[in-house]
């Protein structure tokens, strides 16, 4: 006749008292270790036969919570190597964070100052004017002497001025109008005729001095401006003594040096004088180009405009160029630094990785008993595949964490330095995390499956 066991104690084959908890392993279980098949009890008083109970309790199992808390118990068992590897993880992520918003703050940053410089810039020019050949072909300027005037009474402008090359029919620069050995040679400089808002609309900063007016230039005055490049070939670094120089036999008062133009540098290198001046000394005929600075995102509507401005009868006859959009300029800059440093988050991420999976592994082979033990008392292969996948799992989601956190860290730092703007996508440290688990479930995959491999009597043999 067979009867139940018990329900607080349960003899074993060997006559050993289980108390009740392991009593449920061991009937959920088996005492062979096999997870499925029912636990067979034989009580036998007198010759090998006996009656035998058997309790199926369905297929075995373990609660989250438990094995959340026997995963943390093994890292805290050694919080020192546990840190030491996750620290791996912490590089890794750190990087791929700290790459992906510093080169999103840096393509923004960069496309708030092409905004400012290159994307309010209008250039009108003749059409054909920068074709090989323009001058022998015959391309002559339309642009009228009041283009400045024009142009500013357009809504959006910021500045507008002409600039035009004047041909110095081979005549040369130096700076006394006497010989003097010491004095430098003649140059050959390039020398440019503009309106009076040359130094606006070109985003020029003077060193020294200052730049001309409209008086000057309806006065045809001999006056100039130096750029940086060209004071120094000339030995001129101030103008408070009124310095003058020569161009061909005509002296002219130098009364500026432009120290930094944002737009058109060449001016840098060169000399500028009054537009009026140039149409009277040198005979220039009309303006070569007019620089437009504008109201940022209104240069396509004042390059559309313009022509019309500046022509009326004929605006088929000058072009207007304007900048591109600055989202090709963005990702140009975001593709450059990621492709950059995204290698090295990622080779950072596999060496946590292969951190992860060594400890895991070395751990696996320092609790070969405690793993016997669990499995002679009826844990299943799983169940410690389970347990050190999660040990492996929450290591790398700790190292996600505080790697996420370290890379915003670095993203912000680096914004204050430089005085930006930090732009960081939302997503990247909310997802990092998940990364840091992910690459932490992988590592440790093999030293999980190696751990579950462990037969109970062997694992106890070697244990002890």
Do not use: C
Not at 432 to 437: H, R
């Amino acid at each position: 006749m067979r009867l139940p066991l018990p329900r607080r104690r349960q003899r074993s084959w060997d006559g050993m008292r289980f108390p009740a908890r392991h009593r449920r392993r061991a009937d959920a279980v088996g005492f062979d270790g096999r997870p499925g098949r029912p636990a067979d009890a034989a009580v036998s008083n007198a010759g090998g036969r006996g009656a035998a109970a058997a309790a199926a309790l369905g297929r075995p199992g373990i609660a989250p919570r438990d094995l959340a808390a026997e995963a943390m118990a093994g890292l805290l068992a050694r919080p020192g190597r546990s840190a030491l590897t996750v620290l791996g993880t912490v590089l890794g992520i750190g990087a791929l964070v700290a790459t992906l918003g510093v080169s999103r703050t840096a393509g923004n940053q960069i496309v708030g100052r092409f905004d400012k410089l290159a994307a309010t810039q209008v250039v009108v020019k003749p059409a054909g004017a920068d074709q090989p050949g323009a001058s022998a072909n015959g391309v002559t300027s339309v642009i009228p002497w009041d283009a400045e005037n024009r142009l500013n009474r357009l809504n959006g402008v910021a500045a507008a001025a002409t600039l035009s090359d004047v041909d110095l029919k081979g005549a040369l620069v130096r700076s006394v109008p006497v010989n003097d050995p010491t004095a430098p040679q003649e140059l050959n400089l390039a020398v440019r005729s503009a309106s009076a808002g040359i130094l606006e609309a070109l985003k020029a900063t003077v060193a020294t001095g200052r730049g001309f007016d409209a008086g000057h230039s309806q006065r045809a005055h001999k006056v100039a401006v130096l750029g940086k490049g060209a004071a120094e070939r000339l030995n001129i670094t101030r103008v408070d003594n009124q310095p003058a120089i020569a161009i061909g036999e005509k002296l002219y008062t130098v009364i500026g040096i432009v120290d930094d133009v944002k737009r058109n540098p060449a001016v840098l290198n060169g000399i500028l004088i009054p537009e009026g001046t140039a149409r009277e000394q040198f005979a220039l005929a009309a303006p070569g180009a007019v620089y437009v600075d504008t109201a940022v995102g209104a240069a396509r509507l004042i390059a559309s405009q313009a022509p019309v401005a500046l022509s009326p009868n004929r605006p088929d006859l000058l072009r207007a160029s304007a900048a591109g959009e600055p989202r090709k300029v963005r990702s140009d800059v975001e593709g450059d630094v990621n492709s950059l440093f995204l290698v090295l988050g990622g080779v950072s991420l596999l060496v946590g990785a292969v951190g992860i999976a060594n400890v895991t592994l070395v751990s696996v082979l320092e609790r070969v008993g405690e793993i016997g033990l669990r499995r002679a008392l009826g844990a299943a292969r799983r169940h410690i595949a389970a347990q050190f996948l999660a040990e492996s799992t929450v290591l790398g989601l700790v190292g996600g964490l505080v790697g996420a956190s370290a890379g915003t860290l670095v993203v912000v730092a680096v914004s204050a330095a430089r005085t930006w703007t930090p732009v960081l996508d939302p997503s990247l440290p909310l997802g990092a995390p998940l990364v840091g688990a992910a690459v932490g479930l992988l590592a440790g995959i093999y030293p999980s499956l190696r751990a579950a491999s462990l037969e109970p009597v062997e694992a106890l043999r070697s244990g002890t």
